[in-house]
C-alpha cells in the first residue's frame, strides 16, 4: 500500500515542479557573440539581464519576466518593461538538446555558459 502512494506522491511532485515558471532558464546564463559585439542573458527567478558589450560600450538592460511554455521547445520570454534595443516586450526562443537556445527571429544561438560572471 504505501509503494504505489508513494509513486503517486512523487510523480505528482515531478509533474508540478515542470510546469514552473521558468524552470529551465532559472539561474542560467547564455551568451551569443557576433563580430564585435556580445549579447548576454541572465535569467534570475524573475529578473531577466540582458547585456550588449561591445569595443566602445555596454547597453544593459533588466526587468522582471515571465515565460510562457509554447510547446517542447518553443518559449515566450515576456518582460515588464522593453529594452529600448527590443521592438517589443516579448521575446521567441527554441531551446535545443546542447543547453542553449535560437532566438526565433533573429536566428541567433545562444550558448550556455557557467561563468556566471560574464553578466557584470
Same mark, same amino acid.
Given at each position: 500500500?504505501?509503494? =504505489? /502512494?508513494?509513486?503517486? #506522491?512523487?510523480?505528482? #511532485?515531478?509533474?508540478?515542479?515542470?510546469?514552473?515558471?521558468?524552470?529551465? #532558464?532559472?539561474?542560467? /546564463?547564455?551568451?551569443?557573440?557576433?563580430?564585435? #559585439? &556580445?549579447?548576454? /542573458?541572465? *535569467?534570475?527567478?524573475?529578473?531577466?539581464?540582458?547585456?550588449?558589450?561591445? =569595443?566602445?560600450?555596454?547597453?544593459?538592460?533588466?526587468?522582471?519576466?515571465?515565460?510562457?511554455?509554447?510547446?517542447? &521547445?518553443?518559449?515566450?520570454?515576456?518582460?515588464?518593461?522593453? =529594452? /529600448? *534595443?527590443?521592438?517589443?516586450?516579448?521575446?521567441?526562443?527554441?531551446?535545443?538538446?546542447?543547453?542553449?537556445?535560437? &532566438?526565433?527571429?533573429?536566428?541567433?544561438?545562444?550558448?550556455?555558459?557557467?561563468?556566471?560572471?560574464?553578466?557584470?
Amino acid at each position: 500500500y504505501f509503494i =504505489p /502512494v508513494l509513486f503517486v #506522491l512523487l510523480n505528482t #511532485l515531478l509533474f508540478l515542479s515542470c510546469g514552473k515558471k521558468g524552470s529551465m #532558464l532559472d539561474g542560467n /546564463v547564455y551568451y551569443h557573440d557576433a563580430d564585435t #559585439l &556580445s549579447y548576454i /542573458v541572465g *535569467f534570475d527567478k524573475d529578473t531577466l539581464y540582458y547585456i550588449i558589450r561591445g =569595443p566602445k560600450q555596454n547597453i544593459s538592460h533588466k526587468s522582471r519576466y515571465s515565460v510562457k511554455k509554447v510547446n517542447d &521547445s518553443d518559449y515566450v520570454i515576456d518582460v515588464e518593461k522593453k =529594452p /529600448v *534595443f527590443w521592438d517589443k516586450n516579448t521575446w521567441e526562443i527554441v531551446m535545443d538538446n546542447k543547453k542553449g537556445f535560437y &532566438s526565433a527571429e533573429s536566428k541567433n544561438y545562444y550558448k550556455y555558459s557557467e561563468d556566471k560572471n560574464i553578466l557584470r
